[in-house]
């Protein structure tokens, strides 16, 4: 959609924004849009966009000028076919290029800064102006956009985290400017001497570029990893929009055309050979096969199609040829409509206001306030107005966040790398809040609770047949076949017994299963329909196990070879040898598991009650299971969603938590909160216990760092401005908050 094209009524309109740095800027940009009449608009500050509905004849534009007037960017945002590069480039950001220059600059000309500062035997002759010279690009030009953003936020009468960066930045900068131009820190030869006894001083000798600098280079650390993190999450659906096949072979004419899938429309005919993607959703023609489609159902057995057979775009046609009429293309098609359930599901997510913005959303006022009623206090005492005024900025300078600013990053950087070491990928701090609040979790079967593969779990001979027999000529069969099943079959039959011998006269009978001839016999493997239209039929005892296997929602595959049944191969999708371990730690972190899948209720309520779980959720479509979530939600609860497959990507992004397994698809992991890298569902109860553990050290930080600010201020306002003693206090403060987020690394798994 573009500016000179109206929507219609009702129309959802989408914008990118830009140059958001927390919660309240989406607040703010939501309230701006929202009083224009017939505009009701939802802004999310983690995907950087807006979706506005907007009545008829409502031209884009005038949204975009509104949200440019409130200081920030806006722009319709760009569709794949407008994008520069092949399909699948990602366009670096601009906004996080930039910040990553400002940053590594930063990181340069601070470090020095902070050392010379800190230490005093290397405070050579006139290092003062050398810290100068590197201090001051840091401060000016490093934290511009937390000047900016102070400065937007003044204008619509708001303080953030921002404000008081700028604040405390540019009052250290100041005062130390003030300091060596007017006062005595600017003589050669001078140095911050260690110095216990504390007495009124006007400041003059008092330098706090370090703090300046260092505070800078801190926060621009942890915007930038902020940055980073939203944008490799958006990147969710590029990969789904990806996901489907790029071409086709197309009929027209009675021949076969190559062409791209962009170019299908509804009522082609087209082809899809063993291995291929499905194009598009259609309808089965000619050909029978089976289709993988697990990665959109959950289902872990390949479903059979036939003619006159619905299919989906993206699954995968395991087996024969087939001819499919297209019936759905574009943004029609399921793969399509998920890829919306996700960006609708992370674009309703709550916004999660920033842990410092809500301290400081308090903390800027007071401190603010405190210095004009130091300034006020000093001058109605009757002292110099100089002395005043470098009493109030003092109170500024002292409150600077550098153990606020420390606080959030550090104990994210040891949390977060304590949890790569445990293969736990935790993408941010806004994730953390939500695993303190989480009383429910939602588990996927396939590929999470079980392994996803289907594998031969059982195998019975009638009376007078060995095992090792009816493995060897069944695997040797089925070996020829390309059938997951089948595959299945072999793979165990030759683990078990070895190499197995070679089938001869092999056919492949569509739908039913497949027959040969195997060391001299004449061996039918498949459906019981199979086998009895060879005249081969089971015996009672093997009807029983057949029936009961089915009951448990396996797959039965009957085996006969010279005119008789011989035994039967049961396959299923197993359970991993962890996860009822998983769901006691899962239980006794205080949450309530359930079991949602795609997959029939036999199957699901057999694996739950295996692993311990009550509650099960079974037969649902990618939309149901976004829809459980938000159920459970709407009944208060918060809820944990751990899957691996793309069908559980919008899910994973409505839940309040996200956990993927990282065995599973890049479109789980990119919509999830946290990537569990070893697949096991045991990391799920850690990674749970571990961000717990490192939302707690951030609270504790936090509250440390601010108590060491407020101890400080009235220090400063009364005049006792012994550098030695400010310095000392924001050294203390930070050292603190590192050492406190230090005992991170010490975090256990609990399944020790």
């Known amino acids: 959609m573009s500016a000179s094209t109206p929507p219609t009524v009702g129309a959802s309109v989408e914008l990118d924004i830009g140059g958001m740095t927390c919660a309240s800027c989406a607040m703010r940009i939501e309230k701006k849009l929202n009083k224009l009449e017939g505009v009701a608009a939802s802004v999310n500050y983690a995907t950087e966009k807006a979706r506005v509905i907007v009545p008829e ?37 601009p906004e996080l290029a930039t910040l990553r220059r400002r940053l590594l600059v930063s990181v340069a000309l601070s470090l020095p800064v902070i050392v010379m500062a800190m230490a005093p035997a290397l405070q050579f002759i006139n290092w003062q102006w050398a810290s100068l010279t590197l201090a001051a ?7 511009w956009p937390f000047h900016r953003s102070a400065w937007t936020n003044l204008r619509h009468g708001a303080a953030t985290m921002d404000t008081l960066i700028s604040l405390g930045t540019g009052a250290a900068f100041g005062w130390s400017l003030y300091a060596l131009f007017f006062g005595s820190a600017g003589e050669a030869g001078m140095t911050h001497p260690f110095e216990l006894s504390l007495a009124p001083t006007d400041g003059a000798s008092n330098l706090y570029l370090e703090v300046a600098a260092g505070v800078t280079m801190f926060i621009l650390a942890g915007r930038y990893f902020e940055k980073r993190s939203k944008r490799q999450a958006g990147a969710a659906l590029r990969a789904l929009l990806h996901l489907g096949a790029k071409d086709v072979s197309i009929l027209r004419g009675g021949k076969e055309t190559r062409i791209a899938v962009a170019d299908l429309v509804v009522g082609d005919e087209f082809v899809v050979r063993p291995g291929e993607k499905i194009a598009t959703d259609g309808v089965v023609v000619s050909g029978t096969s089976a289709v993988d489609a697990s990665m959109l159902t959950g289902e872990s057995v390949p479903v059979e199609v036939g003619a006159g057979d619905a299919v989906t775009g993206a699954t995968v046609n395991a087996g024969g040829r087939l001819v499919v009429r297209a019936t759905r293309v574009g943004s029609d098609t399921q793969l399509a409509q998920m890829a919306q359930l996700v ?25 603010i306030g405190l210095a004009v009623v130091t300034l006020g206090a000093w001058l109605g005492a009757g002292f110099p107005a100089s002395a005043a005024f470098t009493a109030a900025v003092a109170v500024l300078v002292i409150a600077c966040p550098c153990a606020l600013g420390l606080a959030t990053p550090t104990a994210l950087l040891v949390g977060t790398g304590r949890g790569a070491q445990m293969g736990i990928l935790i993408k941010g701090p806004e994730v953390l809040e939500s695993t303190r609040r989480v009383d429910t979790v939602v588990l996927d079967k396939t590929g999470t609770v079980t392994t996803g593969r289907m594998t031969l779990v059982e195998a019975v001979p009638e009376p007078g047949i060995d095992r090792a027999s009816l493995l060897r000529l069944a695997g040797a069969l089925e070996d020829a076949s390309e059938h997951p099943i089948a595959q299945a079959i072999a793979k165990a039959a030759t683990q078990e017994i070895g190499s197995l011998p070679s089938a001869e006269q092999f056919v492949n009978v569509d739908g039913q299963g497949v027959h040969g001839v195997v060391e001299g016999k004449a061996v039918v493997v498949g459906r019981e329909s199979l086998v009895a ?17 089915e009951a448990e929602g396996k797959t039965v595959v009957t085996v006969g070879w010279d005119g008789h049944a011989r035994g039967i191969l049961v396959v299923a999708d197993t359970l991993k040898p962890t996860s009822a371990e998983a769901v006691r730690q899962l239980k006794a972190l205080g949450l309530t598991p359930i079991l949602l899948t795609g997959d029939n209720q036999a199957v699901a309520q057999q694996i739950a009650t295996e692993v311990g779980i009550e509650e099960v959720v079974a037969e649902v479509m990618p939309q149901d299971k976004l829809d459980v979530v938000a159920r459970l939600q709407k009944e208060g609860k918060t809820v944990a969603m751990v899957g691996d497959g793309i069908n559980d990507a919008p899910a994973l992004a409505q839940a309040d938590l996200g956990l993927a397994m990282g065995t599973g698809t890049d479109v789980a992991i990119q919509a999830s909160d946290i990537t569990l890298v070893r697949g096991d569902l045991r990391s799920a109860a850690d990674a749970i216990a571990l961000s717990r553990k490192t939302l707690s050290t951030i609270l504790s930080n936090l509250f440390w760092a601010f108590a060491y600010n407020v101890a400080a201020i009235p220090v400063a306002a009364t005049g006792l401005l012994n550098p030695m003693l400010a310095g000392a206090a924001m050294a203390l403060s930070s050292v603190f908050v590192v050492g406190n987020s230090l005992r991170l690394r010490t975090f256990q798994s609990i399944t020790r």
Do not use: C, M, N
Not at 57 to 85: F, R, S
Not at 137 to 143: D, L, N
Not at 347 to 365: M, N, W
């Open 343 to 367: 960006e609708d599901a992370q674009t309703g997510k709550a916004e999660v206001q920033r842990l410092a913005d809500r301290i400081s959303g308090v903390f800027v006022p007071i401190v």
């Open 57 to 93: 004849g409502y031209d884009p534009a005038a949204l975009i000028a509104e949200v440019e007037k409130t200081g920030y960017t806006a722009a319709l945002p760009v569709t794949e076919k407008d994008e520069v590069g092949g399909a699948g480039d990602v366009v670096e950001d």
């Open 533 to 549: 239209d060879w005249s081969q039929h089971l015996s009672a005892d093997l009807r029983t196990a057949k029936a009961r296997a």
């Open 137 to 143: 690009p840091v401060i000016v030009w490093g934290a």
